[in-house]
Nanobody, 122 residues
Framework: QVRVAESGGGVVQAGGSLRLSCSAS????????MGWYRQAPGLQREFVAS???????SYQAFAQGRFTISRDNAENTVSLQMTSLKPEDSAVYYC????????????????WGRGSEVTVSS
């Protein structure tokens, strides 16, 4: 089983910056994609950003130009640098890891962290 843990959430003023980090751990697994979703109270969980094992990135429209996703393949970590934060960015941010467990390398599963709360005050 792959374990996923986020860190770095907190309270920040509008216009400020915050960096979220996520680490995947376990035995005999290989990671393909890593990324972030977020969910505000009363709303559906929505995609934020993702990055593949070769560094290709994808961003939701609201994140493009303000958020930057990066990863360290050696450490199985992924980060989300958020700048120019707005009150509507307030949400619980969830890290996910798409990984395969050996020996079934062809079978990929998504693993989720418990979330890290981000509050942007106006």
């Amino acid at each position: 089983q792959v374990r996923v843990a986020e860190s770095g959430g907190g309270v920040v003023q509008a216009g400020g910056s915050l960096r979220l980090s996520c680490s995947a751990s376990g035995d005999r697994f290989t990671v393909k994609d890593m990324g972030w979703y977020r969910q505000a109270p009363g709303l559906q969980r929505e995609f934020v950003a993702s990055i593949t094992d070769v560094g290709s990135t994808s961003y939701q429209a609201f994140a493009q130009g303000r958020f930057t996703i990066s990863r360290d393949n050696a450490e199985n970590t992924v980060s989300l640098q958020m700048t120019s934060l707005k009150p509507e960015d307030s949400a619980v941010y969830y890290c996910y890891v798409r990984a395969a467990n050996q020996p079934t390398w062809w079978e990929e599963h998504d693993y989720w962290g418990r979330g890290s709360e981000v509050t942007v005050s106006s």
